[in-house]
């Protein structure tokens, strides 16, 4: 993984609870300039946003599709399936060039999330 990116533990409750706070910080004036709310990931899900912070357009990855090209530029991504126990491993392996090629720029593991993505993702290997 890059060191530049961040990854933070994330699952449907743990974005939920980010983005209250983003609004309760927003409600407070409190806001800092680079932190938004994100787009909503649906639970069990793979999504990639063309924005830092996940912002802009965002998609979704079908899962276990092995490798897949972007129509975006990838900036962040997010791994809603939930983390941890047992049941069926979901993994993103993202790449700074189309068909899984170039530089692996991030792992993103269930429960998972990448704020800023550099370089920039064009694939997504999709593995379960």
């Known amino acids: 993984m890059a060191a530049s990116a961040t990854v933070l533990g994330v699952g449907p409750a743990g974005l939920a609870a980010e983005t209250s706070r983003d609004s309760a910080r927003a409600s407070t004036g409190d ?7 994100p787009q ?6 793979i999504c990639g946003w063309n924005g830092a912070n996940f912002t802009g357009a965002m998609r979704t990855f079908p899962v276990g599709a092995g490798c897949v090209n972007s129509t975006l530029p990838l900036r962040s991504i997010a791994n809603t399936f939930p983390g941890g126990g047992a049941g069926t491993m979901v993994t993103a392996h993202v790449y700074s060039s189309s068909n899984c090629g170039g530089q692996l720029v991030a792992v993103v593991k269930q429960g998972e999330k990448v704020a800023l993505l550099s370089p920039p993702g064009a694939s997504v ?3 379960t």
């Not at 806001?31 to 709310?37: G, H, I, K, S, Y």
């Open 31 to 37: 806001t800092p300039a680079a932190a938004a709310v």
């Open 40 to 45: 909503y990931c649906p639970t069990n899900s």
């Open 125 to 127: 290997n999709l593995t």
